[in-house]
């Protein structure tokens, strides 16, 4: 069974920080896609940045990165220059392919605060 | 861009009562997903609709049925409702790809509160 671990309940970052987010995954496939989501206080799921395992590049998304390292199964967010508005709950989840349509399997997830 | 609509956003059942949620994909989007969310909990996978036939099922209960309709549409009914079903319902979709990511796009939930 999967298993997505993120060990940070909540963080605080001043503004314009970066800031890093763990998540560690235990699977025995060798092929899957990671996620990251972010829920603000309003509740919605925004989509972040998606890295699949047989990438060889870290993905990029804007301010957003994500942090691949499959020997160790973490799959890190990385967030630069931290806004007002990334205050949120941010989720990693996990999809048992590479590609495909099967289910997400979130971790608990990390609430970060931005400090002004 | 069209995004995932749910409704009702709001719901507020007595126990014991029947609740229907609907939700409405992403234009061509040919998979649909629900999720059910505790209060300070992360999302449970709980049925999953592929071109109208269900593909996945997770920690669904068995008073709940799901469906998915010819226009793509699902209906999440939710039968003899319980204390411990107040969540947020979200609903997402996907469009098959192969393999890309087809990352899945989340509605904005239905909260439902039983008293």
């Known amino acids: 069974a999967q298993k997505i671990t993120q060990t940070q309940p909540g963080m605080f970052v001043q503004e314009k920080e970066a800031v890093t987010l763990d998540c560690t995954y235990d699977t025995s496939d060798q092929s899957y896609g990671l996620f990251w989501y972010k829920q603000p206080s309003s509740g919605e799921m925004i989509f972040l940045i998606y890295q699949g395992s047989y990438d060889e590049q870290n993905a990029t998304e804007g301010r957003y990165s994500l942090n691949f390292q499959k020997a160790r199964k973490s799959a890190n967010l990385v967030i630069s220059a931290s806004q007002l508005g990334d205050s949120a709950m941010y989720f990693c989840?996990?999809?048992?392919?590479?590609?495909?349509?099967?289910?997400?399997?979130f971790g608990t997830g990390t609430r970060l605060t931005i400090i002004p | 861009a069209a995004g995932v609509i749910q409704s009702p956003r709001h719901l507020i059942k007595e126990k014991r009562e029947t609740a229907t949620l609907k939700c409405y994909p992403i234009?061509?989007?040919?998979?649909v997903y629900w999720y059910q969310q505790g209060p300070g909990q992360d999302p449970q996978f709980l049925i999953s609709f592929y071109e109208k036939m269900q593909s996945d099922k997770g920690s669904i209960p068995d008073r709940f049925s799901a469906q998915q309709f010819s226009d793509y549409h699902s209906e999440l009914n939710m039968s003899s409702l319980e204390l411990g079903d107040s969540a947020l319902y979200f609903c997402?979709?996907?469009?098959?790809?192969?393999?890309?990511?087809?990352?899945?796009?989340f509605g904005p939930g239905t909260r439902l509160t039983v008293l």
């Open positions: 234009p061509r989007h040919d998979t």
């Open positions: 997402a979709s996907s469009y098959f790809e192969g393999l890309a990511r087809n990352e899945q796009f």
């Open positions: 989840a996990m999809r048992d392919s590479l590609g495909g349509n099967e289910k997400l399997t």
